[in-house]
């Protein structure tokens, strides 16, 4: 698989395809994106590659018969056949052989299924092609780990022709380049049903784009986004990844409470810069493409509880299940028993998704049982009380629900554990020391790391990222992952691997 982190990829792939995708005429850029996912996808899984050439074409033929409203029992079909393909493969990949399981196939097989239902709902009001189709669910900057675009997000795109338009009949290419402050705007926010889903506290922040018509404007807004999502991999969760592994190499039995409580901190830490620095990169090639900025990571760390960090936690993911699974089954609308149920519904399949493993249906239920608790127990105290616990929850909660979705080993999984709260579990020799040895090596990486959790940080980027220091800075920040990404490989993104 190209990494977005590898040299190949920033300073071969995505120049040239880039070049190529503007150069195109417009009527023939959708084909360009198309041919150049798929190559991007053949040269990382060359033996899947069918699957996702065959999940494509039937989800197209379906989609033609159930548009603006076909049988549900078809409607039914479909979603139920993509989410036995999602299955099979997970199974495969997990206890046969890992290459069974195309890369990405959690992603492209979501937006299949919520293109399949809005399609039927009359959610998409254009009469689409193959070519759009296909492209939409190949598109290379999210077509292995997200985020998951909706395809009425994907039709915005001012610099392609998507649908059967005629072309004679077709605005030209300079008059859609002329699109007004107020309809570019609108274009690049998420929408409003999207922005009710995260119930964020601001509008404004960095999915908010000034109106630049000009192609070269974009790739200029997606390189700001690409290059600091670039930074939060490379320098800061590829080198959290090496205190995480040492751990791992001492073994969970023998390290002490102090180290493994920083292992949890760390690795929570590791989690969330290399997921949200990927959501960087692919939504900044996004932007340079000319797609909406998707927000996929709202500052989750600055949540009140743990229900609101999960809605700006990989935001995408948990809207679509919020869509698709948790307010068809009745949402919080029929009663406490029911609600109870359907979030036990939502997080049993999330924790599926991302593996079925036992580890990741037990953090799912570990995520259940802690939100439940917040929502009929702790808003029994409001005020203070409701405050401090919740932040406690997002700040202690959240990290020891992480080691539960990092180590898959049930024995391994349960001496953590014992190291974490040793008073459970029989005492045994352990280096008193080993925390500030790690603390002495790794605290370069921990401070920023910790210092870059606080919102304040962004707000003081997305007041100033206009202004030539912050330019200088971004190029100072890229060439120093350039520097060690020359030195060292990177990591594969955590992500990639659902």
């Not at 964020?200 to 290059?227: A, Q, V």
């Not at 028993?337 to 979030?343: A, D, E, G, P, Y």
Request: charged share 20%; aromatic share 18%.
């Amino acid at each position: 698989m190209i990494n977005f982190s590898d040299l190949t990829f920033i300073f071969r792939f995505l120049p040239v395809f880039i070049v190529v995708y503007y150069l195109t005429p417009i009527e023939y850029r959708t084909s360009t994106l198309l041919i150049g996912s798929l190559m991007f996808y053949a040269v990382g899984d060359l033996k899947m590659f069918p699957v996702l050439c065959i999940a494509v074409v039937i989800n197209y033929l379906f989609s033609k018969a159930l548009k603006g409203g076909g049988s549900k029992k078809l409607l039914g079909f479909i979603v139920l056949l993509d989410a036995l393909m999602l299955v099979e493969f997970k199974i495969l990949g997990q206890f046969v052989d890992n290459s069974f399981m195309p890369i990405g196939i959690s992603f492209f097989t979501f937006k299949m299924i919520s293109f399949q239902i809005d399609n039927y709902r009359g959610k998409i009001d254009i009469e689409s092609r193959f070519l759009d189709v296909a492209a939409y669910f190949c598109m290379f900057p999210q077509i292995v780990s997200g985020p998951i675009m909706r395809y009425q997000d994907y039709t915005e795109n001012p610099f392609l022709r998507i649908g059967k338009i005629d072309i004679g009949a077709a605005v030209d290419d300079e008059e859609k380049k002329e699109k007004s402050e107020d309809e570019y705007v609108q274009n690049n926010k998420v929408s409003t049903e999207e922005l009710e889903i995260l119930d964020l506290d601001t509008k404004e922040g960095m999915d908010k784009l000034e109106d630049k018509p000009s192609f070269l404007e974009y790739i200029e807004d997606g390189l700001r986004f690409f290059i600091i999502g670039l930074g939060m991999k490379v320098l800061i969760a590829d080198h959290l990844s090496m205190l995480w592994r040492d751990i791992g190499t001492i073994g969970y039995e023998s390290i002490s409470t102090p180290l493994a409580w920083l292992g949890a901190a760390t690795y929570s830490m590791e989690l969330y810069y290399d997921f949200w620095g990927y959501s960087l990169m692919a939504a900044g090639i996004g932007v340079m493409l000319g797609f909406p900025f998707i927000i996929n990571f709202a500052q989750p760390y600055k949540s009140k509880n743990v229900a609101e960090f999960y809605r700006r936690w990989h935001a995408t993911l948990g809207s679509w299940f919020k869509d698709y699974i948790y307010f068809p089954l009745g949402g919080s609308r029929k009663g406490n028993f029911r609600t109870v149920i359907n979030l036990l519904t939502v997080w049993l399949i999330t924790g599926f998704w991302h593996g079925v493993t036992f580890n990741f249906i037990l953090w799912g239920v570990a995520i259940f049982v802690i939100i439940v608790c917040e929502r009929f127990l702790l808003r029994k105290f409001p005020g203070i009380i409701e405050k401090i616990f919740g932040r406690v929850n997002v700040f202690v909660l959240i990290p020891l629900t992480w080691v539960i979705f990092a180590i898959s080993d049930v024995n391994m999984l349960g001496d953590y554990f014992k190291r974490l709260f040793p008073f459970f579990g029989a005492g045994i020799a352990v280096n008193k020391g080993d925390f500030m040895k790690n603390l002495q090596i790794y605290w370069k990486v921990l401070l920023p790391g910790a210092v870059l959790l606080f919102p304040q940080v962004y707000s003081f980027f997305e007041k100033n990222r206009k202004k030539p220091v912050v330019s200088v800075v971004l190029l100072v920040l890229f060439w120093a992952c350039v520097y060690s990404l020359s030195n060292a490989a990177g990591n594969p993104f955590l992500y990639f691997k659902f």
